[in-house]
């Protein structure tokens, strides 16, 4: 963008979706001029060139004023990135429970894993699952200094290590925490095509941060969507001067994003966690995924029908999406939004952020409620939050954008545009049972209205797109949301599903009856989009 | 999209045919291959001796064996009568080495011919096919060759199976059950194409298989190609066309990538016009029509808009698709 463009395209190319969308300069300001979601599979351009005939057909004069006259998508600016299928990273330590902290690492920076140590697999075992030609890295690791029951294991599996390292040149080699001891065994490490890299030890929290960085840094190529979208995150929060979290739900995983601004001598930051176990179509439906998409399904049904669906849904994620492909689809996204959970168990002891977005292909065939109600199902926080869904796939292009100044003047122009409001979402927690618990007073600028609090279940309050308001809540008894007490006062803004007071569990507590969990999923449901008809 | 619209450029493309061929066989530690890179294969070589039940052994190695990590380790009493299967040098360990060894070898024999592109001991064999292929989702079992058959009504029932059909790889349509596949393995068929396999339907084969597997007495190769996915749907014509025309020749089946293979030169595979698309998903799943224009986004049952193209059939009636739900071969 060195010669002042007045149009620029982005596309965000997905194993199942491609998306591109038409930025263009209006009235001095970037505007988002429009935005498609295809199938992948598709030629490359197609999305591009029939966004741009759409354009030229609905306004010709923006088109003209944009330069779009007989324009191609070659002959426009544009910010690519691409998420590809994650690769494999065999994961060996010392002991069982050396391993549990390097599998956790490495399974929330963009890799999945295979695992092994010497107390539960043999060494024949362990050689095999290291030349395995699907795996593509090894991540070695003991604790710093290395504990008792992993110290004796070390020099055998340096030296099983390094003779698989010698045969498999083209592998990545992370020597984590006390295993780094084990450099010398692998000789001249510099005539290697791929390098022996010497990493922090793992730990849980903040601790662990270095090595998680080191293993991003490897498993994500440097277009990477996911990548971009800690980078947009991070600029947006900075613009919005808000605490923002963003959670993605793609074909071969999910990403979380948690973006703060500076406050005070605190400078802005970011984390990122890039989860494979949470895509929405493993490779392999197992029991365990059958299950988890089982227990978020209100279609009745079989579990090998349910497997055939996922199956299907792995071949191709767009067909039959029509009719209950839907909830097929909503059911996976929980299902995968509970693995991203589970990965990032730390981020639960966060303060609720100020806004959450949502991004990924599934979200693009559901309505904004059904996407707030699938994304609260799952990750319960007590507090408020605006949520917001990134409807046009923009927000991982934009983060493409390598110079952060320029990437904020871009998103500060199209703040308007590139998020859609789905509304305010109040979780408080710690109800007691009963009847009531409590009420609450909407001020806004069409009066004041007041509506009765019931626990266990959720009440959608109507609030229109960007109107914004005071939410005034007095509990009978003490709750917590954001800190504890009776009566609080929160500030929200509508969006397209309103505002939601989330009266339910935190965590959410389903019935174990399929049944009984099928009525309740399905009456929440109703509850948000009471529209949703064939 | 040089010569079609862009509308039509918005529809996934599948490949009918594949060329070239790279086919990957896996090998383990100790696993030993009997070709290098660069060498040509001609259909049923072994190319590599698996080892049944590998073990790992710890022995002293002189240092005039050379060893090395990936080298075969040649065992003293293999020289003398033949009494071992020598091994591979795993790693070493306080002057000791561990070696990769076993007493029984399956030979590994290429269902095609080819040319060796890489050899990764202890890793994989990858060999370029001499001929053409069809690509499936996942192949169970394999590889294998034989002679393809069409089953008469596109249906195959065990009742149906056999000792004709020995020899033969079978194309059976739409969907296939477990006890038809174990049934066709037993009588010596080679394998079976078939468009989808339900989860229930894999489950009770492969188990089936394992059984098979851990007996002494091994079954000829025998391989399953999934063409499509998990739930019944007729074959795309295309790929019937395909396939009728291979009916009487031989083929491969082999697994990574899960494809069929075939070496017939001289037969031309005609893709369908490229206005022809097929729908794969939703109430009219199966059914082939002409691509006639993208109409945008449309809303379809379950409140859901998605973008849509008009197709044409045959008897004239037109319909609104998604975009999502087709697909066209190439």
Known sequence: MTTEPKAFLTQDSGAATIAAALVGRVDGRWRLIGSLSLPAGAAPDAAAMVLLDRVRIADPNMATALGLDGARPSDLPRVEVASRPPRRLAVIAGSERALEPLVAAASRSGWHTVAASPEATDPLAMSTMLLDASVDGILAGAGMPPAADERRALGELGALLAAAAERRPEMTVVLAGGMGEQLATFGDTSARPSPVVVAAAAETGDAGAALRAVLLDLGLASDDSRRALGAATLSLAEILDRRVDLVEIGFDGGTRVGAWPALGTESSGVNLAVVPAAGLAPSDPDDAVVDRVATWSTAAGDRHRLRDRLRELRIAPWADVAGDGVELRLGAARAALASLADWTPDWFDRPAPDLVVATGGVWSIASGPSVVLAVVDVLRRSGASQYALDHARLLAPLGAIADPTERRAVMTDLADDLLAPLGAVVTPSGLRPGRRVGALQLHGGSGTREHELRPGGLSLIDLPPGEAATAELLFHDTVRLGGRGRRFAVDVTGGLGGLLVDLRDVPLRLPDRADLRGELLMSWQAAVAPQRKP | ?330
């Open chain 2, 1 to 330: 999209m040089s010569d079609i619209g862009p509308d039509l450029s918005l529809v996934p493309v599948r490949q009918l045919v594949s060329s070239p061929v790279d086919v990957v066989f896996r090998l383990a530690p100790g696993d030993r291959s009997l070709v290098a890179a660069g060498d040509s294969v001609v259909v049923g070589a072994p190319i590599a001796q698996r080892l049944r039940d590998p073990r790992l052994d710890e022995l002293t190695v002189p240092a005039s064996a050379t060893p090395h990590p990936g080298r075969r380790w040649v065992a003293p009493s293999e020289t003398r009568d033949g009494g071992a299967v020598g091994g591979e040098f795993v790693f070493g360990w306080r002057g000791r080495w561990r070696v990769a060894t076993g007493d029984i070898v399956d030979p590994l024999e290429v269902p095609f011919a080819g040319i060796v592109r890489d050899v990764r001991p202890g890793t994989s064999i990858t060999v370029r096919a001499a001929g053409r292929g069809i690509r499936g989702v996942v192949v169970l079992g394999g590889p294998t060759r034989g002679r393809l058959h069409a089953t008469p009504d596109g249906e195959l029932r065990a009742s149906s199976l056999d000792i004709a059909s020995a020899g033969t790889i079978l194309v059976v349509g739409s969907r296939v059950d477990a006890e038809t596949l174990t049934r066709a393995r037993a009588m010596g068929v080679r394998g079976v194409i078939v468009t989808g396999l339900s989860s229930k339907e894999r489950r009770d084969y492969l188990a089936s298989e394992a059984r098979q597997r851990s007996a002494l007495h091994r079954l000829p190769p025998f391989a399953v190609l999934v063409l499509e996915g998990a739930v019944r749907r007729p074959l795309a014509g295309g790929i019937m066309m395909a396939l009728t025309a291979l009916v009487g020749h031989e083929v491969a089946i082999v697994a990574d990538p899960p494809m069929l293979i075939f070496d017939v030169p001289n037969l031309q595979v005609v893709p369908p016009p490229v206005d022809v698309v097929r729908i794969r998903g939703g109430s009219q799943a199966g059914r082939e029509g002409r691509f006639v224009e993208a109409i945008g986004l449309r809303r379809f049952d379950g409140g859901v808009h998605l973008e849509a193209g008009l197709i044409r059939f045959a008897d004239g009636s037109t319909a609104a698709v998604p975009i999502g739900d087709l697909e066209r071969f190439v």
